[in-house]
């Protein structure tokens, strides 16, 4: 810029360029491939945090009954009717689990 020119005259309008967004479009509605057949990891990953969680209370309840039981029959007058109700809720939850698997 020289001497009495003008800051209007030394700027030049920018060049509009077009751009073919039709590709860009179409790529980003386009769902990723998977192979057929194979699940979603995302599908897998709820499966088996619905069965870990479906797993943990009968084995927390197994756990529970269990230790009930060992304290009914390490008693100075063991009571074998309420160690006996509680072996026979571990077999029901473990059934349970079984069932599950």
Do not use: C
Not at 60 to 65: K, P, Q, V
């Amino acid at each position: 810029m020289g001497y009495g020119d003008s800051y209007s005259d030394s700027v030049r309008p920018l060049k509009r360029q077009r751009v073919n967004i039709t590709g860009i479009t179409a790529a980003v509605r386009k769902p990723p491939t998977r192979k057929p057949g194979a699940a979603a990891p995302a599908i897998n990953q709820r499966r088996q945090r619905k069965l870990k969680n479906e797993i943990r209370h009968p084995l927390s309840a197994i756990m529970a009954n269990a230790s009930a039981a060992q304290r009914w029959l390490n008693r100075p007058d063991p009571n074998f009717a309420e160690a006996l109700a509680a072996l026979d809720r571990i077999v029901r939850d473990g059934n349970r689990i079984d069932e599950m698997i």
